[in-house]
């Protein structure tokens, strides 16, 4: 057996990358790659595969590294993933197929992560071909350009549908543009996967927002099948006092001014106000976005504030260590009670917290400390606490049934609305999720929808 330890992926050095918007992951080299190709042990039954929530055979394209075939790599990935540059930097790998490698206690699982990505952008630079395509004479409408519609687009297409994608904003991708920082997804990369879907023959109409520029009955009298991914991009603060106050932030709208509209460039037609000293409320994946960007537009202190222990902090693990490594301070077990200041943020208002016993998710309650208030000085406060469904949709579509969340309802196996043949899946039905379980979803909807419609 190989018990070669695991390979690493190349860095930015933290002082420098803290100081651009360049990807902080350089992957791995070619010598690397097959290095770490070889540490896979080609089970039998793969858990890994159990792992993926796409189903992506990951034995199998390892092989094609190991045999030096990276054009078949490719070809063995894309028959479950359309998106494997994007899922190779931002799924988390280590809680999903990686968690399930047998090669866990023998020097660390295969870098099946680094290893996806590595074959995805040799794919998206070396000419691979497009698999003839036999058109059914069905035509599907997709609202929202994120992962998951991007992934029902392109199962849909395969299958010889003709498919629009219908986008709101100026640019196609959804979360994948506006949501996560250049420096940990590279936004040509992007646009190289959706390019890819072009030559699939799917259609991107950007600028349109459906519930107001067109109207989902529309759709139906012109598609067979309507696929919802609108994503969840509505965000959500604590209702505490001195939230309105200029320099208070959601996390959504400062990674979108800065992702999307390039606020980072100096002459950017949407320009944001750069903090000194800011604190990000919040422990995910986007907190530690948005924490990373303030650090990359020069503020000087960067606080990250949250009322748990590490231990529940449900960002990625690498991105935590990134951050810290760039010099973000965590204040745990702290909550805030107050933002403070006149007419702009002057500071916040914290209270320490205890943990207490599991709430209904499992987690230990936070319970605070009574008189253990203190304040931390800063002047711009950024709120990452999750976000929801935008209700547009909803109050365009009575039909259209959501819960009390105002995420959309589904039927769990088939993944249709309470309208015949629109379907649904990704953040706008379980809130704010992972890219991948995104993905998935957009693939199991797409498969009901060839079911329902009698294609294969």
Same mark, same amino acid.
């Given at each position: ?15 420098? +990358? ?48 190991? @045999? ?45 992560? @680094? #290893? ?14 497009? &698999? ?7 035509? !599907? ?9 991007? =992934?029902? @687009? ?25 949501? $996560? &920082?250049?420096?940990?997804? &590279? ?15 799917? %259609? $991107? ?65 949407? &320009? ?27 503020? %000087? /202190? ?5 009322? +748990?222990? +590490? ?9 935590? +260590? ?17 933002? #403070? ?6 500071? $916040? ?20 400390? %009574? ?8 002047? %711009? ?35 249709? =609305? ?27 909807? !797409?498969? !009901?929808?060839?079911?329902?419609? /009698?294609?294969?």
């Amino acid at each position: 057996m190989n018990n070669q330890p695991r390979n690493n992926v190349r860095e930015q050095d933290a002082k420098i +990358r803290a100081t651009n918007f360049n990807e902080v992951s350089l992957g791995f080299d070619e010598k690397t790659a097959m290095a770490e190709a070889e540490r896979c042990l080609a089970c039998v039954k793969p858990k890994c595969v159990e792992g993926c929530p796409v189903g992506v055979n990951i034995p199998k394209f390892i092989s094609y590294i190991k @045999a030096g075939d990276l054009e078949g790599a490719v070809a063995a990935i894309k028959e479950n993933s359309n998106l494997p540059a994007v899922c190779g930097r931002v799924c988390p790998q280590e809680s999903q197929c990686e968690a399930r490698c047998v090669r866990a206690k023998l020097g660390g699982p295969v870098a099946i992560g @680094a #290893l996806e990505r590595f074959v995805a952008d040799y794919g998206l630079t070396h000419a691979v071909k497009t &698999p003839a395509i036999t058109k059914c004479g069905k035509k !599907a409408a997709i609202i929202g350009s994120g992962p998951s519609g991007l =992934t029902c @687009a392109a199962d849909l297409a395969m299958a010889g549908f003709d498919v629009t994608v219908f986008e709101a904003f100026h640019k196609a991708g959804g979360v994948l543009v506006y949501g $996560i &920082p250049e420096f940990r997804l &590279p936004k040509s990369l992007v646009q190289a996967e959706i390019d890819k879907l072009s030559e699939l023959g799917v %259609q $991107i109409k950007l600028n349109t927002v459906v519930g107001k520029t067109i109207m989902l009955d529309e759709l139906l009298g012109d598609y067979d099948a309507v696929f919802i991914g609108t994503g969840a991009g509505l965000p959500m603060f604590m209702n505490i006092k001195g939230e309105s106050l200029n320099g208070v932030y959601s996390a959504n709208e400062y990674l979108t001014r800065v992702n999307l509209m390039k606020a980072y460039q100096k002459d950017s037609a949407t &320009p944001i106000q750069v903090g000194n000293n800011v604190v990000v409320v919040g422990a995910g994946n986007v907190a530690m976005d948005a924490a990373r960007t303030a650090l990359r537009f020069g503020a %000087q /202190n960067v606080s990250l504030v949250y009322r +748990r222990s +590490r231990e529940e902090m449900p960002a990625r693990r690498e991105e935590i +260590r990134h951050a810290e490594e760039e010099g973000v301070v965590l204040q745990l077990l702290t909550n805030p009670l107050e933002i #403070l200041g006149d007419k702009a943020v002057s500071g $916040i208002k914290c209270i320490r917290m205890e943990l207490g016993e599991p709430d209904e998710s499992g987690r230990r309650k936070p319970v605070e400390i %009574q008189g253990s208030e203190f304040v931390i000085d800063c002047d %711009q406060v950024i709120m990452a606490l999750g976000t929801s469904p935008n209700p547009l949709l909803k109050r365009s579509c009575e039909r259209l049934e959501v819960n009390k969340k105002g995420t959309i309802v589904i039927d769990e196996a088939t993944h249709e =609305t309470s309208i015949s043949n629109v379907y649904a899946g990704g953040d706008a039905v379980t809130g704010a999720a992972t890219v991948i379980l995104a993905m998935g979803a957009g693939k199991a909807a !797409a498969k !009901a929808i060839l079911e329902k419609l /009698n294609v294969h």
